[in-house]
């Protein structure tokens, strides 16, 4: 080998070296991420409005003393629930037994009176027919007659009201509910000037719901109502009532249902409202029952969507310009999908516009997806929502 071939040599196998060095560099893009989708569930839902209401007692009564006398006796605890004409309180009857006999024994002169001014009447007229008396003495004993009846009359009404007043000495409960506590001791003297609050007394079931209602919401509604009675073919006043629920603020959902029995007679001009009136059954035990007065939320139903799209709330995100998804496309690359949503069902909410039922919605991996780029997507299995089965959610959007 001559001395100019060899640095060639080397040189070229310098080049070969560095070649094969150069093919072991190269970069090796990693695979894509994989990420977990599924496809929008179908579901009919029910669409609701919520509001917040106040709860009132169907009925409050303030316990009165009706009569003037000494209060001797009460004859329940303060809270206690009571029967409809259980006894509460007892004023001195004597006074009222005593007036009470007098009264008897007057009615009983009375009517003594008046069996003798009829026996004089008749036997007046007999003697008047045979021309035996003058007429001016059959006028005087049948005017006798008549006021002896009207004597009768007066002292059976006297006889009512001593019955009355010492019926009224025994106050009892005007409605079954519950009673509160005393509001006069015992021994005082009561009904003087006038009717003296004994104490009140509360009717807790059923339960009246009061809540106002927007006028948007009022035309939804009855376009709702008005649909559904056309479908069944009922006339307005066949109607069935319009349902509601409610729950109270500790309370998951709303467990306590009940029906809408009265609306007001306008929309309100200052506030732009309708007054809706729902009633409850508020049974059960003491701890388990609503208080009048009580702040509740309310949902009352607008109508169902048929086949409606569902995917969980895990898959949406949002940013400035609102709620979005990120869905795989057919070519396993990730899309950023703009949506509206519409009411919420457990762990799922409904998508009123932005989604297809085909589209692959990613629900697992989203920090490893990027909008335009290939991802390698798992199918999971839908999950049914949280609580029943019926599909009933709340309408609004977020």
């Known amino acids: 080998m001559s001395q100019s071939s060899a640095p060639a040599c080397w040189r070229g196998l310098l080049v070969a070296a560095l070649a094969v060095g150069c093919g072991a560099n190269e970069y090796a893009p990693p695979p894509p991420p994989t990420v977990t989708t599924m496809h929008p569930q179908i579901r009919d839902v029910t669409n609701y409005v919520e509001y917040t209401g106040t709860t009132r007692a169907v009925e409050t009564v303030e316990v009165l003393a009706r009569v003037k006398g000494f209060l ?8 206690e629930n009571v ?35 009829k026996i004089e009447f008749d036997r007046t007229r007999q003697m008047f027919k045979r021309g035996a008396t003058s007429e001016l003495d059959l006028i005087r004993k049948r005017a006798n007659r008549d ?45 003087v000037e006038e009717a003296t609050r004994l104490t009140d007394m509360l009717q807790y079931s059923p339960l009246y719901v009061y809540f106002h209602i927007s006028e948007r919401d009022l035309l939804a ?9 056309i479908e069944l073919g009922q006339t307005y006043d066949e109607r069935p009532a319009a349902s509601l629920e409610v729950g109270r603020a500790n309370e998951a959902g709303y467990p306590h249902v009940g029906q809408i029995d009265f609306t007001a007679l306008e929309i309100d001009p200052d506030t732009g409202t309708f007054e809706v009136r729902g009633i409850l059954p508020n049974e059960g ?24 799209l569902l995917i969980p709330e895990n898959a949406l995100g949002a940013d400035q310009s609102g709620r979005y998804a990120l869905v795989v496309n057919s070519k396993d690359v990730v899309e950023h ?7 919420r069902l457990g762990d799922l909410r409904v998508i009123t516009a ?30 049914p929502p949280s609580g029943a089965s019926t599909a009933r959610t709340t309408q609004g959007s977020e």
């Open 72 to 79: 001797l006796e009460m004859y329940f605890k303060a809270g």
């Open 221 to 229: 509604l009855q376009d709702q109502r008005a649909a559904e009675r």
């Open 337 to 343: 999908r703009r949506l509206e949503l519409g009411a």
């Open 354 to 383: 932005g989604l297809r039922r085909e589209d692959r919605v990613i629900v697992n991996g989203l920090q490893r997806a990027r909008p335009g780029a290939k991802v390698n997507p798992e199918e999971a299995q839908p999950t």
């Open 147 to 191: 006021k002896a009846t009207a004597a009768v009359a007066a002292a059976q009404a006297d006889t009512h009201s001593a019955e009355l007043d010492l019926d009224y000495a025994h106050v009892t409960a005007p409605i079954a509910g519950r009673v509160g506590r005393h509001l006069v001791d015992m021994g005082n003297l009561v009904g």
């Open 285 to 308: 035990e003491f701890d388990q029952i609503i208080f009048p007065g009580t702040f509740v939320r309310v949902r009352v139903p607008i109508g169902v969507r048929k086949g409606a």
């Open 83 to 117: 029967a409809k004409g259980d006894p509460l309180f007892l004023i001195d009857p004597e006074p009222f037994e005593i007036t009470l006999e007098a009264a008897n024994a007057e009615l009983s002169s009375s009517q003594a009176e008046l069996e003798l001014a």
